[in-house]
T-cell receptor, first 113, second 117 residues
Framework: KNQVEQSPQSLIILEGKNCTLQ??????????LRWYKQDTGRGPVSLTI???SENTKSNGRYTATLDADTKQSSLHITASQLSDSASYIC????????????WGAGTKLIIKP | EAGVAQSPRYKIIEKRQSVAFWCNPI?????LYWYQQILGQGPKLLIQ????????DSQLPKDRFSAERLKGVDSTLKIQPAKLEDSAVYLC???????????????FGPGTRLTVL
């Protein structure tokens, strides 16, 4: 069964610190993997989209990694800011005729001053 | 470029009542999606339109939920009658094309938060 699991479920860190969020998936065949940021009361916003051949992709202070062999991805946030407080959702797309999106439950990140 | 618009932003109803949500996608986007997001969970796809045709409604509870996109632009999602477990955020998204290919990014609206009492 295609699944996307994220850890931790929630995380609290101090402003300025770094953190890493994890995503493990069992989706096959694989097309691409996306990380979304969802602020409270808002819709998700795309941070990165990674295809099979990409190992690392950065978007400002956000760096996503992908290991297609172990079916793992991580999102690293550097020098966290209060505005980084949000839920981060990993989405894996199945490479079949429908290119279906398989959503994780998200990691809720809280940045404290 | 204007984003995906949704209304209302909040709605509180009693169980067994009816409710409707409206979505206007980004201009030129052929594909429109409705998602249900329960607190603490990722979004769950309810229905997906390509222009004004339905391409996937496998997870739509058709006994109480309905959706339409008559002119291939804006869309409405209706719940009739509502149950307590329908309390959630209803997200609308749009993309240029159908499906999750790497170049086909989905853009989301702010969502409608529904509370069923």
């Amino acid at each position: 069964k295609n699944q996307v699991e994220q850890s931790p479920q929630s995380l609290i860190i101090l402003e300025g610190k770094n953190c890493t969020l994890q995503c493990n998936y069992t989706v096959s065949p694989f097309s691409n993997l996306r990380w979304y940021k969802q602020d409270t009361g808002r819709g998700p916003v795309s941070l990165t989209i990674m295809t099979f051949s990409e190992n690392t992709k950065s978007n400002g202070r956000y760096t996503a990694t992908l290991d297609a062999d172990t079916k793992q991805s991580s999102l690293h946030i550097t020098a966290s800011q209060l505005s980084d407080s949000a839920s981060y959702i990993c989405v894996v797309i199945e490479r079949d005729s429908n290119y279906q999106l398989i959503w994780g439950a998200g990691t809720k990140l809280i940045i404290k001053p | 470029e204007a984003g995906v618009a949704q209304s209302p932003r909040y709605k509180i109803i009693e169980k067994r009542q009816s409710v409707a949500f409206w979505c206007n996608p980004i201009s030129g986007h052929a594909t429109l999606y409705w998602y249900q997001q329960i607190l603490g969970q990722g979004p769950k796809l309810l229905i997906q339109f390509q222009n004004n045709g339905v391409v996937d409604d496998s997870q739509l509870p058709k006994d109480r939920f309905s959706a339409e996109r008559l002119k291939g632009v804006d869309s409405t999602l209706k719940i009739q009658p509502a149950k307590l477990e329908d309390s959630a955020v209803y997200l609308c998204a749009s993309s240029l094309e159908y499906g999750g290919k790497s170049y086909n990014e989905q853009f989301f609206g702010p969502g409608t938060r529904l509370t069923v009492l």
